[in-house]
DNA sequence: CCTTGCATGACACTCAGTGTCAACTGCGGC
DNA sequence: GCCGCAGTTGACACTGAGTGTCATGCAAGG
């Protein structure tokens, strides 16, 4: 790999691959956003970017993927923040905390942006499928991160639950807030769904 | 399982269109689990149950479906053993029931083939997703006949958490049941699945 | 007997995704 | 400077999924 150098910051040739990466990330959704994603073919989006088909897929392993990996990023960012809690604070805090925070930095600071890519998602079977897989894998990220905060190795099932919920809150807070245009507060929201749930099953 | 319940009214094209369907799922799923998803085209598949590559795409819209219609017919089952539980009974109560009901019925009484099933779908990213895809808006028919249930014309974001929750206990039984064989009582461990997801938010 | 409707197979086509190879790019060592 | 090295790229070819179209065959019904 790579033995070299390794400066504090990136290598040059890591940062031009992340601006190729970025370039071609944000060139596609926004010719994704006019044409419709069935109707826009790979070709199509490598030379938005000006790169050709097969550097595409050397930066994406699908169409797909242009669209969920910014769902994934948030996905990290989420498991990420989840073991900056407090260790003292109970999981379901921790979740609803994580999920707020990652919440108002993604998609309350790109109100717009994030409306059509959630709005898209939604739409279009492949991409609805991606989406859910990948909330799925994640799943098992967190419940891994609730398990590590509590000084487990393995997650117990009660975890598990309790990442599906966070998840589930997660993602009808942000398909809601997605349907009244992000003109809501994303922390209210948040918050609602997180106190609907914990009384789904007291029904 | 797929003895069906054929009411006398069926057309004779009708049964027979059935038959084809049949033998194609059957004879697809004994490939594909000597042979692996992405090891078996469709071409293969076709070739196993004596008819054209054409044909199959006239009886199932993609690879994945073949496997993923076994999986839509629980849910089928589900919606409507929901709707078949007493009014009167809590969201909460009749849904695992009705998990309940649906997992005895065709997990329990298929163990080696269900086992064979969700293993392969677990593993197989493509299946993976689309099976995901489908137990998302499974949920939102859950929530729907919840609604039915209670008069109302739309689910209250409360029933669309009921239903998250359900069909997440669901998953974590059935993917727990799936590993250890299918060698334990299906129903005790959905019992058990609902009883942990009621207290999870309770951490 | 004929016709109407349906299932099928054959064929052609688009497009996603992958493997391979040759050319080009810095980038450090000699 | 020159050389080699490692990584990026584009060109090309190939597999395989999925779709549109058309002609054929076949059963039912008049």
Known sequence: MRRRTEPPGLTLAERKRQLVRDELGDAALRLLARQGFEET???QLAAAAGVSRRTFFRYFASKEDVVISF???????LVAEL?????????????REAVKAVTVEHFAENREKSVALIRH???????RARFAERRDLLRDD?????????????????????AGLGLLAFDVA????????????AAVIIDEAFAEAGKAFAL
């Open 41 to 43: 073919t790979v070709d």
């Open 71 to 77: 769902v994934s990023v948030v996905g990290e960012e």
């Open 83 to 95: 073991e900056a809690r407090p260790a003292a604070e109970p999981p379901a805090v921790a979740i």
């Open 121 to 127: 998602t939604l739409r279009i079977p492949a991409l």
């Open 142 to 162: 967190v419940a891994a991160a609730l398990a590590r905060r509590c000084d487990l190795a393995e997650p117990t099932p009660r975890l598990h639950f309790a």
């Open 174 to 185: 942000i398909q809601h807030w997605a349907e009244v245009d992000g003109h809501a507060d």
